[in-house]
């Protein structure tokens, strides 16, 4: 039985390995991670970082490429970045389970109390209370962070047209951009909070918007070959989709690196909330995209699939963090087992490559990473270490661990079985 079944997962894993050197990705190499030793890495910046801002209202933003230091963004509704440091803390926290750690996520998460009551500004309310007050709950279940979370949840949900079908992400660009309903790739990870708050107490319609705001999203915002538009403009009084355009992409039809790991995040989460196949399978659509155009050998993609300038375009570790934490939930969660592994194994080549020298600050700044892209159309933030790459660079490393411990407990279950076929008497 146990050579049966360890001959039946090196059949599976010789299929990924065959389909993911012939169709994903190439020249992959069979790594492995070290996660302990990256998340104390992790850990270790993370206090220098405390040190270096501590006394400052702000939150962490941005260390440009040729600084050394965190540039820190007010803690302001027309910020949307705040909710990562607060969220990076409270990974660390889990991981380090220190006290001191737990008190820091608490300082900086308190910074937000001020947004929390504010109306409406855009869909990134999702992203700022969130990444904070999400995994605030989920570490300690303090009733007053998920009162803060539901009333996020009804907030957001304000920008939703029934006509269209999807949330208007930035009511600021109706006006100056002609763009009466515009609903951006990144709002799908924003769905997670109307997901949340409809299973925790909150308005049950909030599960069918953000399911809509997938479906129709899913419907207009894509092209044949699974590469999407960033900016999705609909007519507002009969929801028609008018355009598909660019806002931080290199051209309205290039592939963005960081708008496909929203889309990839994105559809993952919606399978994980739903159940629903179609998800599941757009997941894998779009994904199977972007490891087919990852550079030959490589796992941190350009910052755009399609800038003329490849080999000297910069490179994006953000969209690569986003999508090695989006590629081990759904390899996770994948019905098939080949598919599975080639998520996995392309996951932890991305976090290998990100733990690298060349993706790792190290001693030269307290950011984990270096080589994000923030804006390239604004010439902003380009090569620079930015939160959110950090973010979910940490989350992505905790999620490996906790993988890795569940496929620990799972063997460790089949050997107690196995044993106790063989000696019954093992729990009398
Ligand atoms: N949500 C904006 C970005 O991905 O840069």
Redesign the pocket.
């Known amino acids: 039985m146990g050579n049966r079944m360890c001959l039946k997962s090196s059949v599976y894993i010789l299929a990924a390995w065959v389909a993911l050197c012939s169709c994903t990705v190439r020249n992959i190499q069979n790594t492995t991670l070290d996660v302990d030793r990256n998340l104390a890495y992790c850990d270790s910046q993370v206090q220098k970082a405390l040190k270096e801002i501590s006394g400052k209202n702000g939150m962490p933003r941005n260390i440009l490429h040729n600084e050394a230091h965190w540039n820190l963004c007010p803690v302001e509704i027309t910020e ?1 970045t705040v909710g990562f440091w607060p969220g990076i803390l409270w990974y660390n926290y889990e991981n380090t389970g220190d006290m001191e750690d737990k008190d820091a996520a608490v300082y900086y998460t308190d910074l937000l109390v001020p947004l929390t009551t504010l109306p409406v500004y855009d869909h ?1 309310i999702g ?1 700022q209370l969130f990444c904070s007050y999400g995994n605030a709950y989920r570490l300690t279940g303090y009733e007053k962070y998920k009162r803060i979370i539901l009333n996020a949840a009804d907030t957001l949900a304000t920008l939703y047209n029934p006509e269209v079908g999807t949330i208007l992400s930035w009511p600021r660009e109706v006006e100056p951009n002609n763009w009466p309903h515009n609903t ?1 790739m ?1 709002n799908m990870i924003n769905l997670e909070l109307l997901y949340w708050a409809a299973k925790n107490g909150g308005d049950k319609r909030l599960y069918d918007m953000a399911t809509r705001h997938a479906e129709t999203t899913m419907k207009n915002q894509f092209r044949e070959d699974g590469g999407n538009y960033h900016v999705a403009v609909y007519n507002t009084a009969d929801g028609h989709f008018i355009k598909g355009v660019t806002h ?1 992409g290199y051209g309205d039809s290039t592939l963005w690196a ?1 708008g496909q790991a ?1 889309a990839i995040y994105g559809y993952t989460m919606v399978y994980r909330e739903t159940q629903d196949k179609k998800f599941l399978r757009f997941a894998e659509k779009v994904a199977d995209l972007y490891l087919r155009r990852l550079p030959e050998g490589e796992y941190i993609p350009y910052w755009d699939f399609d800038d003329p300038d490849i080999p000297n375009a910069p490179k994006d570790a953000s969209a690569a963090a986003i999508v090695a934490s989006a590629l081990i939930e759904l390899s996770q969660l994948e019905d098939n087992r080949e598919k599975a592994e080639v998520y996995r194994l392309a996951a932890t080549n991305m976090l290998v490559e990100l733990s690298s020298e060349k993706f790792q600050s190290r001693a030269s700044k307290p950011s984990f990473l270096l080589h994000s892209v ?2 390239w159309p604004a010439k902003s933030e380009i090569d620079a270490s930015i939160n ?1 790459a950090d973010y979910y660079y940490i989350e992505a490393l905790t999620r490996y661990k906790k993988m890795l411990e569940k496929g620990e407990v799972k063997r460790r279950f089949l050997s107690l079985q196995r044993r106790e076929k063989k000696s019954p008497n093992l729990f009398p």
């Open positions: 949307w990134d992203f951006i990144d931080q960081r929203w923030g804006h959110y």
